[in-house]
């Protein structure tokens, strides 16, 4: 059964695209710019999940980023980390190497700012272009297509982008400069983090009190105390249930290039710094890969 829910999309022209990175987000992602009409080569560090979309997708795969992005307007990314992204871009089997002048490189990790600006450098060196856009509305977000993108880099590049990317957006916006995408996807990870823990130590205070907390959701969810995870996450937290996606492992590595760029740029973060702790906690248990709303878990 395909992971990629149906979307409405837009008429647009067909281009010729790369995905390289096929995991919880990739996979589907790369599914809608298929379904939207691109002709998409895929590439996976496992070969048999690439030959796998590519057989439900009726795409292409590649056996190196390279040969996938031989040819391609775009190139799409979504792998795990830094380091992760070095290998799949740079390098004699990297996607630069195999990219046509004037393609454009867009990476949806959650990276780091510092590596943003190092790949950018790279792609311009090769007459390429490269921008940061990492994505917020997890793994159901991805299915339905309707991520939130937040990117960094050329405005003409991102123009050239975006009617491709709304394949798998719902929002696809530049916020400034080569890692401004990673710098904006850090707010949103400093929020989350504070808002889940908030809406945990809620919850277990009202069940200590022995009030009935799904109705309490229901009530104060209508007011001043309402979010998005009080809506999606509130009542499976009240259940003990935390199979939800983003997990704490996820999480953890994301805080980490928080709290690296709060050090070096000088924000202060007393509150993200705890939570990452706690964050740490449920790994302690064994919650590595509970979704973020399991830190209700250690006050249980």
Aim: hydrophobic share 45%; charged share 20%; with cysteine.
């Amino acid at each position: 059964m395909s992971s990629t829910n149906p979307k409405s999309y837009e008429p647009s022209s067909s281009r010729k695209v790369a995905f390289i990175g096929l995991g919880v987000m990739g996979y589907p992602m790369a599914g809608h710019l298929a379904l939207a009409g691109h002709q998409v080569t895929a590439y996976n560090r496992s070969a048999a999940k690439s030959s796998a979309w590519a057989a439900e997708f009726k795409g292409q795969s590649a056996p190196t980023p390279r040969q996938a992005a031989a040819g391609a307007d775009i190139v799409f990314c979504c792998v795990g980390n830094d380091d992760d992204l070095r290998s799949v871009v740079l390098g004699e089997d990297g996607a630069l190497a195999g990219m046509k002048p004037g393609a454009i490189f867009v990476d949806h990790t959650t990276a780091s700012a510092d590596v943003a600006r190092e790949l950018s450098t790279a792609a311009r060196a090769k007459g390429l272009q490269f921008i940061d856009a990492p994505v917020s509305g997890g793994q159901a977000g991805a299915q339905n297509g309707m991520l939130t993108v937040m990117c960094g880099g050329d405005a003409t590049a991102f123009e050239a982008v975006k009617p491709t990317a709304m394949a798998f957006s719902r929002a696809f916006t530049l916020l400034g400069e080569s890692g401004a995408g990673q710098l904006a996807k850090m707010v949103n990870q400093i929020c989350i983090a504070g808002l889940v823990q908030g809406l945990s130590e809620a919850i277990a205070f009202g069940q200590k009190a022995g009030l009935d907390m799904a109705q309490v959701l229901d009530v104060i969810g209508k007011g001043a105390a309402q979010s998005w995870q009080m809506d999606n996450r509130g009542k499976t937290m009240v259940d003990g249930k935390f199979e939800f996606g983003f997990a704490v492992d996820w999480m953890r590595k994301d805080l980490g290039l928080v709290l690296d760029e709060g050090r070096r740029n000088g924000a202060k973060l007393p509150v993200t710094a705890l939570v990452d702790q706690f964050y740490g906690d449920v790994q302690t248990m064994g919650g590595n890969r509970w979704d973020t709303s399991s830190l209700i878990k250690r006050l249980k």
